[in-house]
């Protein structure tokens, strides 16, 4: 008797309680406010290798809340760095530009780029704030997000990033440019710094014809 | 490439999809162009498609008949499995189709691989390959690093032909190699290779047991040996006697054999020899230039070579590591049984039997043939005994087992006159070896007889056991006799 | 987020009571901290590890069934393929029946399992998987050593299993080996997930992009190691790298760990 109250209780809870996935959609109603929202229109159920499967909480370099779904509806780049990263990540970010600028016919609505921290404890939103301004980074265009470690980590294992924190303020890190399509599905990577952004452009240009 | 390898198979799928997308683009606008020129794209682009056809070795895939390049279709499953290393041995190998060597591989230059690497779910490790014939980073191990119950897939184009190892190149890559995790793969020239009668697989490797050559029973990896690069067994094909008894590799007299001969390591190199044969060509560590009438040929750890030779007389030819302790007592010994009629312009010249003779006379400076501490002879009866022995193991290889010798070569020691008519001559014959022309029996004889390193009693022993066989006049031998008529007979 | 954590807290009690009537209960042992040096580390050769909980034996099948009776959304047919891919649970017959010989394997360790999953029925139980340093650090213990890294017959008994294609049966977990911790099966059971498992590959010096490319093929495998002779080591290196977060494999399954409590 008492193990089957125990039961229903935990079935209760086990939702909120366990971090499992769990419909995205679910949470899609409290983040109005978000930059991207508005292009969230289809709101359609994610296909099983979407990455916005993942239902962690994100804040954007404004320090407004954001969930992956929010993410939905355009083309995303997506590449993790670090603010305080010296060598790699400004090379990353360069890269990304010069993709960028090859896209320049398209509407800001159609592709984004987003920037994962891989250090949390030290990239705040506002230093991610400071970071995209220093870079000139257009806001209608990039996002920067932060979250628990332990959500950057999943977030990382799926777009087959390795890193480790040597903990002396360096992290070391693959690097890859990831293109996602509108459902948030992994369509393309590029691997390595300063690779021909050829390739990846070609296949953001394929996935913008489809939409 | 900056990318570790795991993540391969999702970017190749998702390059898969994205193919997709841009073939069905791509599509519409040659529908556009159809009108105009349709002929310049399509037929150079439309590679048909092949599914490889992989053996396990001694064979090999048939050569291949088409005049263009193709897209082969590669499927090679990882399988970790105990097998039978020695008679009573087993071992677990991981292999690459489920035995040691791996699949042989044929494909043709320029064609376009898309290679798939399936390891198997009941695998403990994850393994990916490294074919020396690919043209990228790891030669394909970026590409294919797989974990136990998946696959991945990448492509190539074979832009050099030759004959190329793979091996499987995961960390600890010596231990996975040492286990058996390696191939051939033969990229052949556009224009094919030369017609040949039979073609065989061969690949030699080394292995390294906790337990020493034919301990029994299911051996473990010893890692030490492995490091020292002492092994305890090198095989051709993956065990002792893959390729002898029944399991020999066959041909007919007359015809051209061809052997892929590969050599996976980890450590050793071979000194690849056939014993009795003598190639005819050598496609040297299996590149695009032949050399001519080889011996032994030097196949590198993560090397091969292509030996080719026309079979001119019946017989067992014996494969082997001519690294000669190797072959006799850690295995490296396959065998070929060529069938047919006898070639005697060929086979009675016995030229080979003259080169081994001298080495006959260093076997009997052998402490087994001239024991120092030999049974002395007490009577007629003994020394008969004792002479039976030391006859069979110094004079029956070249007088035969009943004396009749060989014509032309050895005389005979039957009924022999130059041996009835002086025994005392006989003796320092023996003892001081013969040079020069003689006649027995009416025959001329010019070879060499070597000295033979046999004290006074056992030439005593084993001329008294000839005397009294075979229809010679009999009697008795004594030391005594022996180191009188020695003085006597010198030259 | 205080809220959250109370109830994991409160939920991770109720889990193991429940658990109790069916399953070996899942009892922790401290693993005592110090420091160790990895095969593949940071710029100092030596690692420091805190003590912290693991789990005595690794997750079962009635284990996860039990943990998948409340976790619906784990179940087979309902897991989404980004989390685990399609050999997951690969031998169930059904979402709630670990195959035809339960009594067989009901103690077994649980495999086929993703790192996602892992990390879920680790969570629901309040805790979470092992860093690659604090698993790598409590294996390195023999029957008697908490070292036993320079004790060349446990060595070569690792190297052995490390060899062996899988049983058809995984034996019960209380059947393995016990090392000095008290902990079972750490070697000569199965493969386990890390939480970090994805870090494997990678040495301190990021602004070296060449040192990033390190991969475990061929000699560079070697390059970044501490102990190039450590193939135990190196092969359990090798196959976390081989593994992304989704994938199942049939012999690797997982235990728990736990943080002291500051």
Known sequence: MKSLFCLSFILALALSGCKQPQPADAHASHQAMAPTATAVATNQPLSDMSLYNLSSEWQNQNGEPLTLPQLQGKVQLMAMIYTSCTYACPRIVADLRRIEESLDKYETGDVGIVLVTMDPENDTPEKLKAFAQENKLNPDRWTLLTSSEANIQELAVLLNMKYKNSGNGQIAHSNIISVLNAQGEIMHQQQGLGTDPDETVKSIEALLQAL | MKRSTIQKSVVLAALGLYSIGILSSCSTQTSQAETTANTEEATPKELPVIQAELTDAPLVPAPIARKHAAKVVVNLEVKEVVKRLADGVDYTFWTFGGSVPGKFIRIRQHDEVEFHLMNHPDSKNPHNIDLHAVTGPGGGAASTFTAPGHETVFNFKALNPGLYVYHCATAPVGMHIANGMYGLILVEPEEGLPAVDKEYYVMQGDFYTKGDFGDPGLQPFDMQKALNENPSYVVFNGSVGALTGDKALTAKVGEKVRLFVGNGGPNMISSFHVIGEIFDKVYTEGGSKANENIQTTLVPAGGAAITEFKTDVPGNYVLVDHSIFRAFNKGALGMLKVEGGDEKNIYSGQILDKIYQPEGSTLQEMPTASAPKAAVATNKEMRLELGKTLYAQNCQACHQAEGQGIKGAFPPLAKSDFLNTDVNRAIGVVAHGLEGQIKVNGELYNSTMPKLKLSDEEIANVLTFVMNNWGNKGGEVTPAQVDKAKKSFKH | ?262
Request: some cysteine.
């Open chain 3, 1 to 262: 987020m205080h809220h959250r954590l109370t109830l994991i807290v409160l939920l991770a009690v109720f889990c193991w009571k429940a658990q109790a009537q069916k399953s070996l209960p899942q009892a922790m042992v401290l693993v005592k901290g110090g420091t160790f040096v990895p095969l593949y580390g940071g710029d100092s050769t030596a690692v420091k590890v805190q003590s912290f909980l693991l789990d005595v034996y690794p997750v079962t099948n009635q284990q996860y069934l039990d943990f998948l009776q409340k976790n619906p959304a784990w179940r087979k047919s309902a897991v989404k393929k980004i989390f685990a891919d399609q050999n997951y649970l690969r031998g169930w017959e059904t979402d709630l029946s670990y195959g035809p010989n339960p009594e067989k394997i009901s103690n077994s360790p649980v495999v086929s399992v993703s790192w996602f999953a892992a990390k879920a029925y680790c969570e629901c139980q309040g805790k979470r998987l092992a860093t690659v340093e604090e698993w790598e650090y409590a294996a390195m213990a023999s029957e008697t050593k908490a070292n036993a890294a320079n004790d060349e017959k446990f060595y070569q008994r690792s190297i052995e299993w490390y060899s062996q294609p899988n049983p058809t049966y995984l034996p019960p977990v209380q059947q393995s080996f016990k090392n000095y911790y008290g902990l079972y099966g750490m070697i000569g059971l199965v493969w386990e997930w890390t939480q970090d498992f994805n870090s494997a590959l990678l040495i301190g010096e990021s602004r070296a992009n060449a040192s990033l490319d390190r991969q475990l093929f061929c000699g560079s495998g070697s390059s970044g190691a501490k102990d190039t002779k450590n193939y135990v080591a190196f092969m359990r290196y090798a196959f976390r790298s081989s593994l992304k977060a989704n994938y199942t494999v049939s012999n690797l399954g997982f235990r728990c760990a736990q943080s002291l409590q500051p």
